[in-house]
Each structure stands twice: as C-alpha cells, then as structure tokens.
C-alpha cells in the first residue's frame, strides 16, 4: 500500500550505518524493480550498493539495456538525462540528490552557444567549405545534446573521443567542440592537429575573443571550459614524483591540462586507466591523474598484485557535487521508492529528449 512521502529531513541526521541497513532493507523491498547505475567517481559508502558501475560511455550503454521500473543514478545530473533519454519508455530516472551537477556542463549553456553558433555563420557565411560539426562531451545538458542532434552533430567520452572527432571531420572540415577544452585539444593533437589550428573560444567574449582570422583559420574550435578536478594537476606533480619514483609509470585522464598529459606514459578515460592499471605487471608503481575516489578504489584493488597506486595531487581533489549522494540521500530515495512514492525523477522534455537522442544514437553506433 503506498503511504505518504517521506520528507529527507528524517534521514539528514542518520548516522551512516543505520542509513546503510534501510539501503539493504530498501532494496531487498524492491527486488529487481530498481538498479542503481554508479560511477566510478562516486563516494565508496554508496559505491558498495551498484549493481552496474562505469564511466559515462559504459553507464550510457547500460541505462540503454535495464528492464528495471526504476533506474538509480548515483553520479551527477547529466548521467541521469541520458538515462531517461536513453531508458525504455516505462522506465523513470532518479537521482538521488537535485543538487548533484557538473560545473563543468555548468560552463556551457544553450543561449551561448547558440550564440555562438549565430556568430560563426555571420563570420563563415553558408560554404560548406567552412561548416563545423558541433560535439558536446558527454558531460553536458541534454539541451545541449539535442543541439547537435538538431545540427548534424554528435555526443563523445573520454572513451571513444578520438573515433568521435573522425565521424565529425568526416562530415564537415571543422569542429565546434564543448563544453571541455583539455578532452578537445589532446584528442585534436592525437590526431596531428597542430595546436595553433586548436583555438579556445571564450563564450563572455563576442566572436569567442578570436579575430575573423583565427577563426577561418581553425581546425577546432574549443569551448573555454573545464574539469575542476582534473584541472587541479600539474606538470610539477609529476615531475616531483619522477624525481623519487624514476621507475614509475604516469596514467591520466584526458580531462587533465594538455602539458600533464603531454608529460603522462598514458593518457584515457576512467575505464582505460582502470584496466591498465589492473594489466599491469606486479611491483610497479603508478602515479595517477584522476578523481580521488576513483585512484584511492584502485589502489586497494591491486595492493594485493603488489602494486602501488599514488593521487597526483598533493591537494585533497575529488569531485564534490558527486559527493553529495551519500547513503542517507540513497535510503531517502530507495525507501521512497519501496513505499511507492517516486521522488527526484530526472525527466527530459520529449522535444528536447528526441533530438538529444539522435546524438546519442550516433554517438552508440560509431562506439
């Protein structure tokens, strides 16, 4: 029988390990009516309850994939539109905390850049000589996403970033790609792209603060926006580290400034560092440039191979506004859900939802 919602100001003042036994509780009520997606950047004390984990390209290909009524996303506001955009029709998106965003996706918005969009043409005019395909991360508003499904364009990871830019230079000369510069610029520059062809556009400034010039000029356009964690990293960080450690082995995430992953052994995305990490050889020792949960998981993962894994930053970095679902907003929700009430759906207007979807179709497919 269902029963009124329960307000979160009854669970606020849990203590971690009553929240943790309603999480249990709440769930075995559930069945498998609901799955919980996290990422892998998520707090261990609500990372411990996923059913499925990863990064952003697996976690989209799995919210694809449920047959659960209820999908559960423990990561940040973004993963839960392409939840909803990507779920089967009965199913319903939530997140277990409104407050859990991306100040990253938070540097790019709709009006800028279709300002921006506004600005190009009046510069470029309609040759096809001159058209940019547009490419939002995947850390981005869904209104951004149906903006490239609306305009030819298409969705990227950090994951397939690279086959992503070659499906846009396939379909027009250039590329308008946001909302991170950093995942921009490395890929551009893996592909031979010289950098003074690789231009920031900043979206407070008219015609992105660049000359008609530079921007006939570019190869890619890239949005000024960024990581809060992975822009924390230095090229003093690893060379510090270097100095004591000649033998280690460096792995970061593209996110990172381009001379950290300029200076790394390896550059990729959260699963890529997971898995070489992982293949590695016992007794090396890596020093990894990602969120901190993430590096401080691995290292007890593989301490067992008799690896070691160090934080690059000497300054505590890990992705705050994903911290924010902790267990006592996980059992708020779950037991919400179990009383049949749903609170925190994540619901992308149909619109909106079926030109984003268009992205993210071609994002899977070229994947």
């Known amino acids: 029988m269902q029963v009124a919602p329960i307000s979160f100001d009854r669970f ?19 069945g498998k009516k609901a799955v919980l997606l996290v990422h892998h950047y998520q707090r261990a004390d609500v990372y411990e309850h996923a059913d499925l984990t990863g990064d952003s390209l697996r976690l989209s290909h799995l919210a694809s994939q449920s047959d659960a009524d209820y999908i559960v996303f423990c990561g940040v506001h973004f993963m839960a539109e392409v939840a ?16 859990a965003g991306c100040s990253m996706a938070d540097m790019a918005n709709l009006a800028k850049v279709e300002r921006c969009w506004r600005e190009l043409t009046e510069i470029l005019g309609e040759s096809p000589d ?9 850390n981005s508003a869904a209104d951004l996403k149906a903006f490239c499904g609306d305009h030819g364009g298409i969705v990227c990871t950090s994951s ?17 790609f946001f909302p991170d510069q950093h995942l921009g610029r490395w890929t551009g520059h893996q592909m031979g792209i010289p950098l003074e062809e690789m231009v920031v556009w900043d979206p ?24 809060a964690v992975h822009q924390m990293f230095q090229p003093a960080h690893i060379l510090r580290w270097r100095n004591a450690h000649p033998d280690g082995i460096v792995i970061s995430h593209p996110e990172s400034p381009f001379e950290v992953c300029r200076q790394s052994d390896h550059v990729g995305s959260t699963e890529h560092i997971i898995k070489t990490v992982k293949a590695a050889p016992s007794g090396t020792r890596w020093l990894v440039g990602t969120e901190l949960n993430l590096v401080n998981r691995l290292a007890e993962e593989v301490k067992g191979d008799g690896k070691i894994v160090e934080f690059m930053s000497p300054t505590v970095c890990m992705c705050s506004t994903m911290q924010r679902i902790d267990p006592q907003h996980l059992a708020w929700t779950l037991e919400n859900l179990a009383d049949g009430n749903i609170v925190n759906r994540i619901s992308v207007p149909d619109h909106e939802a079926k030109l984003a979807k268009l992205s993210l179709d071609r994002m899977l497919a070229v994947s």
């Open 204 to 227: 407070d400034l008219e015609y992105g603060g660049l000359t008609p010039e530079q921007i006939r000029g570019a190869k890619m356009l890239l949005w000024k926006g960024h990581c």
């Open 12 to 30: 606020n003042a849990l203590r971690d390990a009553e929240a943790q036994e309603r999480i249990r509780a709440a769930r075995a009520r559930l």
């Open 160 to 176: 397939n970033a690279r086959t992503i830019l070659d499906w846009s230079f396939a379909q027009r000369p250039k590329i308008l």
């Open 84 to 99: 909803d955009i990507l779920s089967k029709p009965h199913q319903i998106s939530i997140l277990p905390d409104l407050a």
């Open 130 to 138: 001159n058209q940019f395909t547009p490419v939002t991360y995947i």
